[in-house]
């Protein structure tokens, strides 16, 4: 049976995950605006386009990313993680 503390960090886990999605499309949604795309981003940084969306969805700590996304789109962007 799961405990009552499994299920606490659970939710905490989903909720991470669920802010971090809604991050995510909010950022799309402004590389959309300017007509921008993840894979851009990936070739002016030299790295992956996959490694560019793991870092938006806050599953990969990229600073590059970020830094790109501050500077580039005056977003500041703040890990849940």
């Given amino acids: 049976m ?3 503390k499994n299920l606490k960090r659970n939710r905490k886990k989903n909720n ?18 300017r007509g921008l795309t993840q894979a ?3 070739k002016e940084l030299n790295i ?7 870092a938006l969805l806050g599953q990969s ?7 790109w996304i501050e500077e580039n789109l005056g977003l500041e962007v703040v890990n849940a993680l």
Avoid: G, H, M, P
């Fill in 2 to 4: 799961t405990s009552y």
């Fill in 16 to 33: 991470i995950k669920q802010k971090n999605v809604i991050k995510c499309a909010f950022i799309q949604y402004q590389l959309k605006l």
């Fill in 40 to 42: 851009q981003i990936a």
């Fill in 48 to 54: 992956s386009s996959q490694a560019v969306n793991r």
């Fill in 61 to 67: 700590k990229i600073s590059r990313v970020d830094e």
